[in-house]
């Protein structure tokens, strides 16, 4: 059973701090995928990556950064974590063109 | 880049009824078009999928139809059930070299009424 654990379930940040979300998957997919969700805007592509220290902007990378460093582990870096990044942060893996696995999400705070 | 359309946002129809979701999709490069089913406080999961090389598949109640000349995609759901009620996500998937892409629609909130 494939899963996808991500490091916390709710976290509240103050403006300007530096944030750090941690996704871990367990079934060896070459690609991973972090998105944030917000009610009436579906799910938007932030960063994803297709194998260790590669990665490639989504259609909302402003203000993120991504790291990976090793294959299961796919880190998304807010610099200066503002109120507008209040959200539910998704990350997701899967094989080639496979089906996506969804971690059980993010919210994040910033006040 | 990609970008996926969904229509309805909100759907609301009687236990037996027929539900109908549409996606369309701006690159036709993109091959592989999966729907998400996310219910209340839990993660997206895949109820079915279709490739480009396919125009029509089903699952039992659910079925997805592909015309990839007009670059959409429909999700039918037939003989609907309150267990289906549910926030429902299409997507498109390409590869750019080495690189898999997954764009996803805004979601239709399915609310099927007893």
């Known amino acids: 059973d494939v899963k996808v654990t991500q490091s916390s379930r709710y976290l509240v940040k103050r403006t300007g701090e530096k944030v750090f979300l941690e996704c871990v998957q367990d079934m060896d997919h070459e690609n991973m995928f972090w998105y944030r969700q917000d009610p009436g805007l579906g799910l938007r592509l932030i960063y994803f990556?297709?194998?260790?220290?590669?990665?490639e902007k989504g259609d909302i990378p402003e203000g993120y950064s991504v790291s990976r460093e090793k294959k299961e582990r796919f880190s998304l870096i807010l610099e200066s974590a503002s109120t507008n990044q209040t959200s539910m942060y998704l990350c997701?893996?899967?094989?080639?063109?496979?089906?996506?696995?969804f971690g059980q999400g993010t919210r994040l705070t910033v006040v | 880049g990609e970008n996926v359309e969904q229509h309805p946002s909100t759907l609301s129809v009687q236990e037996g009824d027929s539900a109908v979701i549409k996606c369309t999709y701006s690159?036709?490069?993109?091959?592989?078009f999966p729907w998400y089913k996310q219910e209340l406080g839990k993660r997206p999961q895949l109820i079915i999928d279709?490739?480009?090389?396919?125009g029509e598949k089903k699952d039992q109640r659910i079925a997805v139809t592909l015309n990839k000349t007009a670059k959409h995609f429909s999700l039918h759901i037939t003989e609907t059930q309150p267990e289906d009620s549910a926030v429902y996500f299409c997507a498109a998937s390409k590869s750019s070299g080495s690189a898999r892409q997954l764009t996803f629609g805004s979601g239709t909130q399915l609310t099927v009424l007893p």
């Open positions: 690159d036709s490069a993109s091959n592989y």
């Open positions: 997701a893996s899967s094989l080639y063109i496979t089906e996506a696995f």
């Open positions: 990556s297709y194998d260790v220290k590669m990665k």
């Open positions: 279709i490739r480009s090389n396919v």
